[in-house]
């Protein structure tokens, strides 16, 4: 019991609690007589709470030559504090013992009673016991009010505050041990660095055992002598462990002592899996629920009634109480005006293997007061770079901290005290609310029941996209390293391709059936692991979604070859697979995990893996192209492939090396071999450029400088600004309007218009190989993007509206001219302005329709001050309130409380239909005025409308 109590005390930093002591170890009357008449402990007060500390009258001998009597340890400091010594590198090496189990200090240890204790336990035993091993803090630094106090700055002990030995303290001294004063003189005292975050505990100790000796009548100067005859002479105090149990007296006068109850603040993860060997003796409270509401009432925690409905309600980050009666308020923790507390299992972070662990979930408040949680796929909005469990893991590290991420283009900020976050752009701020994830009591039976799955998926699958049957492709964000990995593993052989997009492919059932073929080829294997490797597997688009679905069938999916059997083939090399996606712009392949374990060359006439001994049951695991260095593997087996991602890929576009004006301008620069003119026709140079050799075109022929030539000069009378150089055919002139007089019917200048010539209002083209050229999706990337909700198309490739690009190549859209600039003409272009309320709805400036209030501004008149001057901050009204529209940021703002919302400004729609019915009929000079409502202008009827 002696040694159980002082290995406890070592492995809890040197100390205990009394009342932790008796809970987990023995009972009041033991712990009393073990602690009054042994000197390795001592009881202690620490801010009024009773503690025992662990101590020893083990010392480490300082003499050299010590003949063995001295009865202390013969170690070298060195070795005691960090294991090492650097000593040891030196020449003569260290004088003193590395041997901590040699006879003599066994005999030493033994005779204390210290002989099972290991290096780092005897180690902090001997710093709170010894006072000689480390410096003292310095007593003149804690007087007086100065930088210093009343101390020097010569001074060879610690300037470090003693009242933040015991309890936090916000003084002005000194707080860190690894301050500069601090760390200097421990470096000199050769403390190593590792053991300094600790020092606070072993000083509090230090202090408590000076105390216990003053109080006891010893005292300790600091020198290191022999006291051990004082320790044995020491008069054990019990007035503080007597405080940390009641007591009352027998009727013979005796004293009786009544251990109290500890508070059990979690719930024992070995009972919730069956038995706890401890019973009714473990520190953490059994329930075969992961989660216990418990009510104090007289001075008493007891379970409340409606545990699971409470726990539901909680586990919901919109409710801020329970609906049971009486209710549960969350944010203040009371029932009426009764203390509430939350009982769970310890956190699935911290113990990712076991069951019924609490997952903790992090939620935002959006601006509709719905509450989203941090990158789920399922929310509306742009998912952040950080999760719910990397938040979890950085709260448990430092639950104090500010963390800060992105979400598009976005930066925020999450105070974690505050539960707060800010976005570091537009100051708004929203709720943060940390909730556990529901388990109802059926659940937690059915998890009892099942032994632990080792087919579990992934932590790093999104939990809100797993299907119990079918599958789900989630589209991974290109900044985690999830992406990276796969993209990288791609480039590797494919350079001159671009990634479009890489999904995950989240298939329970086929995920199940993989890690089932693992356990039972590791068990085959002498429960060796199973070699695993990620490979490509090109595929044509129309056999994507059945591989997703059922995983890979040579005999289903098509037969690319059969040179080293007639399985699945998957490659090394991403460039290999490439060969067999098709012929479609946009390309196709799997990135699988796949069970290869132990491999033979391959043949055509397989079937199955050939065997390992000539026999039927002892067969290989798969076939490949060459054993020493394998590139090309075969899978007979579907169940030994999960198809996990799916790459869309396009080759990127190649830019001529020179376009005309780069080599006009390296022409310029090139140095001619003067021979070359002199050797053949005057018409042509040999030339090296950048080391390669090149013909280049020359003449003779010059412009006449003389202003007045007779004309015999023989060189060109022309003006030097349509020199030949500059007269060079020059590229098509970009056309970036959309020709109004042809869309009406003709243009007399045809192809040398410098407008673009279509039937339509609009025209989306991409650059490709530096050249614009029309979208397929014309009218339906118009269409979404005439919707302000829209930041990108629902085409595929999509187009993202913001950056316009699709993929990696540019976009870009030609229009009409603006219908504030022509109003007269038919098929202008009317560009509407957006403003995006709390709930994410976006509304046009001064529409009746909408719900608030209308602004003093209407969307045409915000389109006559931005083509007046799109740098213009403009100011208007809406109700009582005033507002400015920053035209370059886009961004609305109240003047009265600084709330800012997006704007757009997005075109309004035409379709093909329209634009062909508006071209037939002539111009409408009974046009309908302008301030009308156009969303409510029927072609039948009349409309009525509120002004």
């Known amino acids: ?83 090492d010594c650097q000593f040891t590198q030196l020449r003569r090496g260290c004088i003193f013992s590395h041997d901590l189990n040699s006879v003599h200090n066994m005999k030493v240890l033994g005779e204390c009673g210290l002989q099972t204790l290991t290096r780092p336990e005897l180690c902090l035993l001997l710093l709170q016991s010894d006072f000689t091993l480390l410096p003292a803090i310095c007593f003149d630094y804690n007087k007086g009010h100065g930088l210093n106090g009343q101390c020097s700055d010569s001074c060879h002990r ?93 009727t013979n006068g005796s004293r009786r002592f009544n251990q109290r109850l500890r508070d059990k603040t979690e719930i024992c993860m070995y009972f919730i899996k069956g038995h706890c060997k401890h019973e009714d003796q473990c520190f953490k409270a059994h329930d075969k629920m992961p989660y216990r509401w418990e009510i104090k009432q007289s001075r008493q925690w007891t379970p409340m009634a409606d545990n699971e409905k409470i726990e539901e309600d909680y586990c919901d980050p919109q ?251 998957f490659a090394r090399d991403a460039s290999y697979s490439h060969c067999y996606t098709g012929t479609s712009d946009v390309r196709f392949m799997f990135v699988s995990r796949v069970l290869v374990g132990e491999f033979t060359k391959g043949s055509s006439e397989f079937r199955r893996p050939p065997s390992k001994d000539e026999g039927h049951v002892n067969l290989f695991d798969s076939c490949v192209d060459n054993v020493e260095n394998p590139s090309i593997f075969v899978v007979f087996e579907k169940h030994q492939i999960y198809p996990e991602y799916l790459l ?29 003119s002199k050797a053949g026709n005057d018409k042509f140079a040999s030339c090296s450029l950048n080391g390669t050799s090149k013909v280049v075109a020359r003449s003779l022929v010059r412009l006449c400088r003389p202003r007045e030539c007779p004309g015999t000069c023989g060189d060109l009378h022309l003006c030097k600004n349509i020199s030949c150089l500059e007269s060079v055919s020059s590229p098509n002139l970009d056309k970036t309007e959309i020709c109004m007089y042809f869309i009406k019917g003709h243009c007399k200048h045809e192809d040398q218009c410098f407008k673009a010539h279509d039937k339509m209002p609009y025209r989306w083209e991409i650059k490709q190989s530096r050249q614009w050229t029309p979208m397929a999706d014309n009218e339906k990337i118009e269409e979404d993007y005439c919707d302000p909700q829209n930041t990108y198309s629902t085409t595929r490739p999509p187009v993202h509206f913001d950056t316009m690009k699709c993929g990696s190549d540019e976009v870009r859209r030609l229009s009409t001219v603006n219908s504030v600039l022509e109003p007269d003409f038919i098929l202008t272009t009317d560009w509407l302005w957006y403003w995006e309320e709390e709930c994410g709805k976006w509304c046009q400036y001064a529409a009746s329709t909408s719900e608030h209030q209308l602004p003093s501004i209407t969307s045409k008149q915000l389109e006559e001050m931005y083509l007046k001057k799109d740098n213009d901050v403009v100011e208007f009204t809406a109700g009582s309130h005033r507002y400015s529209l920053s035209f370059p940021d886009m961004i609305q703002t109240n003047l009265t409380y600084s709330t800012k919302r997006l704007v757009r400004r997005r075109p309004q729609f035409v379709s093909a239909a329209e634009a062909q019915s508006k071209r037939k009929c002539p111009t409408d000079s009974t046009a309908v005025p302008d301030y009308w409502d156009k969303m409510q202008i029927s072609q039948t009827g009349y409309k009525v409308l509120t002004m």
């Not at 000197?39 to 500390?53: L, M, R, Y």
């Not at 015991?166 to 590792?194: M, N, S």
């Not at 576009?653 to 310029?668: A, E, F, G, K």
Request: aromatic share 10%; with cysteine.
């Open 319 to 569: 409710n801020t109480y329970s609906t049971t009666r009486p209710p549960v308020h969350f944010a203040t923790m009371k029932c009426g005006s009764d203390e509430v507390r939350r009982l769970s299992t310890v956190n699935s972070v911290l113990e990712p293997d076991f069951i019924h662990t609490t997952d903790w979930l992090w939620y935002w408040e959006d601006e509709c007061s719905k509450w989203c949680q941090y990158a789920a796929i399922t929310s509306e909005h742009q998912l952040p770079s950080i999760t719910s469990k990397q938040l979890e893991e950085m709260y448990l590290k430092k639950d104090n901290d500010v963390v800060e991420f992105t979400a598009g283009s976005h930066r925020y900020s999450l105070s974690f005290p505050d539960m707060i976050q800010t976005n570091l752009r537009y100051s708004t701020k929203r709720l943060v609310r940390r909730r556990p994830q529901f388990v109802s009591a059926a659940e937690a039976q059915s998890k009892r029941k099942r032994p632990t799955n080792s087919t579990a998926v992934p932590d790093f699958w999104d939990k809100m996209q797993i299907s119990q049957t079918g599958y789900k492709r989630v589209s991974l964000q290109s900044s985690p390293e999830e992406y990276k990995e796969i993209q990288q593993l791609f480039c590797q052989t494919m350079p001159s391709f671009d990634i479009i997009q890489i999904e995950r492919i989240q298939n329970k059932a086929l995920w199940e059936a993989f890690q089932l073929q693992k356990i039972h080829m590791k068990n085959n294997n002498g429960r060796k692991p199973v070699l695993e490797k990620k490979l490509f597997h090109g595929t044509d688009p129309k056999f994507v979604d059945t591989i997703c679905a059922t995983n890979f069938d040579w005999r289903v999916c098509g037969v690319n070859g059969t040179a080293y059997g007639q399985g699945s083939y």
């Open 648 to 676: 869309q890929y396009v080759q990127k576009q190649i830019r001529p090396v020179t376009d005309r004006y780069d080599s006009v301008s390296r022409l310029r620069r090139l140095t001619i071999d003067a021979n070359t």
């Open 158 to 250: 610690l300037h470090i505050c003693e009242k933040y030995l015991t309890f936090d303290c916000t003084c002005f001294r000194t707080h860190d041990f690894l301050a500069p004063q601090p760390l200097k003189i421990l470096r000199e005292r050769q403390v190593p660095e590792p053991l300094i975050p600790t020092l606070r505990s072993v000083y509090a100790n230090k202090e408590a055992l000076r105390r216990a000796d003053k109080k006891d009548g010893r005292f300790n100067s600091g020198n290191r002598g022999n006291a051990s005859g004082n320790l044995a002479k020491r008069t054990f105090s019990c007035g503080d462990l007597l405080g940390a149990v009641d007591t009352e007296m027998d």
């Open 1 to 83: 019991m002696e040694t159980d109590i002082l290995k406890f005390l070592l492995n809890n930093q040197g100390s205990a609690d009394t009342k932790d002591l008796l809970f987990n170890l023995c009972d009041a009357s033991t712990l009393y007589e073990l602690i009054s008449k042994n000197d390795k402990f001592a009881s202690c007060s620490f801010n009024g709470t009773p503690k025992v500390v662990a101590r020893s009258r083990v010392r480490l001998c300082r003499s050299r030559e010590c003949p063995g009597t001295c009865g202390d340890l013969h170690l070298c400091k060195n070795f005691l504090l960090s294991g």
